[in-house]
């Protein structure tokens, strides 16, 4: 399959587990906010956004992409230009529309499938790899491109949500080279300054959300 595959998909895809289905449990915590994230480097790319230090300014809500116009659209109301971990939790509470456009994306590339999945009252759709060459394709490509070098902005925007996602332990399960991986890519993301602001910002994000469910569960307990 030669058809480009949109960073936000291809974060997803790699976070499925390509026997088993569904997404990896080492990647389930952070995959939402990390897909989040992914899809504003696509505006990036696109040149539907820019940023100016750590806050976004749209520059064109034109877009063919369905979920591309709809975070264009959110974007485009805000009064004034906002930071990036502040987009990343405000689209967060749209999570089920985004997962959902962004399965759509690798079903209409036949790199995955959905099945319906239920118990008691609850209902999900569980991605299915389709297709495993393209995964592993995928990882040996990444292990290239840490290990030989890139200077594409496209590689070295992606490799830098690898450790995010935890699909760096996915592709180097022996920890020595794992290690030597995470070194290769710090050295890497120094050249690579807006997608080290949007890393930052989804690790404030996943501290943010971690701190609300806790302070959730502690007023539960305490009124019980």
Known sequence: MDQPIPLAQKIYFLGIH?????????S??????VVIGTLLMDLYLEKKIKFEGKKVVVLSTKSDNELHRFVLGKMSQAKSPK?????????????????????????AKRLIRLEDKSFLFFKWKKP?????????????????????????????????????????????QDRKKRKQARER?????VK?????????????????????????????????
């Not at 389930?28 to 906010?33: D, I, L, P, T, W």
């Not at 790899?129 to 040996?140: F, G, T, W």
């Not at 890519?185 to 993301?189: A, G, I, S, W």
């Not at 300054?193 to 307990?221: E, F, N, P, W, Y």
């Open 18 to 26: 390509p026997e088993k289905g569904g997404i990896r449990s080492g």
């Open 28 to 33: 389930v915590s952070a995959m939402h906010f």
């Open 83 to 107: 930071k990036i971990s502040t987009w990343i939790s405000k689209l967060n509470y749209s999570q089920k529309y985004i997962r959902s456009e962004v399965q759509k994306g690798l079903v």
């Open 128 to 172: 299915v790899v389709l297709n495993k060459q393209v995964m592993y394709r995928l990882i040996s490509e990444i292990d290239n491109q840490i290990f030989k070098g890139t200077t594409a902005e496209d590689e070295l925007i992606f490799l830098s949500f690898l450790e995010s996602a935890a699909i760096l332990r996915i592709i180097y």
């Open 185 to 189: 890519l710090k050295q890497m993301m």
């Open 192 to 224: 690579n300054r807006v997608s080290g602001a949007v890393a930052d910002a989804i690790a404030a994000s996943q501290a943010i959300a971690a701190s609300v469910a806790v302070t959730a569960a502690a007023s539960s307990v305490a009124t019980s």
